[in-house]
C-alpha cells in the first residue's frame, strides 16, 4: 500500500507533473486551456501556500442540472 508522507518541505517533478494533469482535466470544465498551468508552493507559518497559473482563452458556459 501506498502511503503519503504528511510533513514534507517539496513535491518531486514527479508528483508536480501528476497533480498539475489531474488539476488540468478539472479546470478543462470550465476553461478552455491556454497552454499549461505552473505550480508554486511556498511554505508558511500555517502550512503551506499553493498557488496554480494558467491562462485560459475563454471561460466555458456550464448548463445547470434539471
Known amino acids: 500500500m501506498k502511503e503519503i508522507i504528511l510533513e514534507r518541505d517539496d513535491m518531486s517533478d514527479f508528483e508536480r507533473g501528476l497533480f498539475l494533469k489531474d488539476l488540468k482535466k478539472v479546470t478543462e470544465e ?23 497559473i494558467f491562462s485560459a482563452r475563454r471561460i466555458k458556459s456550464v448548463k445547470k442540472p434539471l
Open 30 to 52: 470550465y476553461f478552455e486551456h491556454n497552454g499549461s498551468p505552473s505550480l508554486e508552493i511556498t511554505r508558511t507559518k500555517e502550512g503551506f501556500l499553493v498557488c496554480v
